[in-house]
């Protein structure tokens, strides 16, 4: 091989990288950012965030006493050069099942000039997974659970509504197909385990009745939530 083509490979080869990193520059890189999850539970119930991958968090659609958990993400968001990407929009995402996060909140949020960000869901509905994401990059998730199940107040009605009000009421506990009462027993994961509220891998009427709980008495279940409501937010996605 004569040196003028080893040069001219090299030359070719230097100009590849040199753009790869020009085009990773800026561009949030999941394997680099870092994400801390943060779930504050009302009342405390450990085995939801001991038990579980990615951590369960109980959300009702209302901020009404009793109150239940609220997550916070906290992200730092780096690009595949490990630089800080700033003013990158983070939002809250619903990843899968039936999840509707109504407002409240602050699940919007900016990186600073450290690449830097919190966001916070306190409210919501359904079952599923809701995480963060970057510019459009996943970055995490936690699953969801919620006293509201059943999305709607319809006898028929288990699908998401995103453009009505989220109620607790006797549909959560009574629907033939999706209510509480037709999901008693031991857990299988995706089938029950959504109606599992305090994530002791049995659904039965703790869950719907509540327990007693030292500072919070009796709490916990879908009973304490009833006629909790809040306004669906539009669904979320990460693009």
Known sequence: MSKKLIVTIGLVLGLSI????????GIPFRPFS????SIVQLPIRLNCINNFTPDVVRLC?????????SVTFNVTILDALAQPVTNAAIS????????????????TASTNTLGK???TVSNGSGCGQIGVCADGVLICEVNVRSPDIANTGLPSG?????????FVNSNDKGNSSCGFNVKFGPVTAGTND????????LVNSTDTGGGFVAGCGVCGGWLQHFGHGGLLGAKSTCP
């Open 18 to 25: 040199g753009l790869a990193s020009v085009a990773s520059a």
């Open 34 to 37: 870092t994400c801390t999850v």
């Open 61 to 69: 659609p209302s901020t009404a006493a009793p109150l239940y958990d």
């Open 92 to 107: 809250v995402y619903e990843l899968s099942g039936v999840v509707n996060i109504a407002t409240g909140g602050a699940t």
């Open 117 to 119: 960000a919190s966001v």
């Open 158 to 166: 288990c699908t998401l509504s995103t453009t009505a009000t989220s």
């Open 194 to 201: 959504c109606w599992d509220m305090n994530c002791d891998n």
